[in-house]
């Protein structure tokens, strides 16, 4: 199947914008939506909470030790593998009272040595509140926005204003569903989440770059036509490099998602949906953009 698409040269993709339009904005709007009503689940990184840094001479058995803590503990509560499972991080989110989290601590650090034993050495425990957990969400999305500039400098420069419009265009979309899926899926927004979208980011960006490239010499060399037509070619053109590099990036992912462990599941997870979305807003979001674009405008990229 995948051979017969590639060996394909001749898909009316433009032919299929306004629908794809409709489902993108269809998507979208349930996005902004569920923010409105449920709001982006945070972590411990971006609400506030404990940092538990441990260090035990024997491998530690995390799936058990999580169980046991989320039994105990009515928080959110993450454990980071540091390279082997007798070194872990674990991050608890805040609740609201000191004493109460003071408490929650005190249960955290009984269970810790209940379950791995009195000679578990407990590198590092930090708790933080709201404030630091703000100034670290803010900085986390003036990466986001820093990103976005800089890509909008760059297609600006190396194409011209059509184009990166339609780059900023395909970013916000991609970003946009990928929030609804963390939401949907309970996934928590905190340094890994907002490293993976900024992947995403990478990665959708370089698929648009390629095709942008393609449609600006079929430009020049199909003058004649209508940019609906060159548009097409330049799409099907591209179209065995777009679908090779999403596929072997998606198995990759898919990979790290079933095997991966508890670790980078959220990770790898929001990038596997991430690299689709961005595939698909190449095609039918940046693309579609410089459709209206001028014969003046044609003529001078």
């Not at 799936?63 to 046991?68: D, G, T, V, Y």
């Not at 036509?225 to 198995?251: P, Y």
Request: some cysteine; proline content about 1%.
């Amino acid at each position: 199947m995948i051979k017969k698409l590639l060996l394909k040269k001749n898909i009316e993709f433009m032919a299929k914008t306004k629908l794809m339009i409709i489902i993108s904005a269809i998507l979208i709007f349930l996005s902004i939506l569920s923010f409105i009503v449920k709001g982006i689940p945070l972590g411990v990184d971006f609400s506030g909470g404990t940092v538990i840094e441990i260090k035990h001479k024997e491998n530690i058995d995390v799936a058990k030790l999580r169980a046991i803590l989320n039994e105990n503990i009515n928080s959110h509560i993450s454990i980071q593998d540091l390279g082997d499972h007798s070194n872990l991080i674990i991050r608890i989110s805040l609740q609201k009272g000191e004493d109460n989290n003071n408490n929650i601590n005190n249960v955290a650090k009984k269970i810790i040595i209940e379950n791995i034993g009195n000679d578990v050495e407990f590198r590092k425990i930090e708790s933080f509140g709201g404030n630091i957990s703000t100034e670290m969400m803010t900085s986390g999305i003036f990466a986001l926005i820093l990103a976005f500039v800089f890509i909008l400098i760059y297609i600006w420069l190396r194409f011209s204003i059509h184009f990166s419009l339609g780059a900023i265009f395909a970013l916000l979309h991609d970003i946009i569903i990928t929030f609804g899926f963390m939401i949907l899926m309970d996934i928590k927004l905190d340094f890994s989440t907002i490293a993976a979208i900024l992947t995403i980011v990478g990665y959708s960006i370089n698929d648009t770059v390629v095709i942008f490239d393609r449609i600006r010499v079929n430009l020049i060399r199909y003058n004649k036509l209508a940019v609906e037509k060159v548009l097409n070619i330049s799409l099907n053109e591209t179209l065995s490099r777009t679908i090779l590099t999403a596929i072997t990036t998606i198995v990759a992912l898919l990979c790290l998602v079933l095997f991966g462990g508890d670790v980078i599941y959220n990770f790898s997870l929001v990038i596997l949906f991430g690299v689709i979305i961005g595939t698909y807003s190449s095609i039918y979001i940046a693309s579609p953009s410089i459709y209206n674009i001028s014969e003046e405008t044609k003529n001078n990229i």
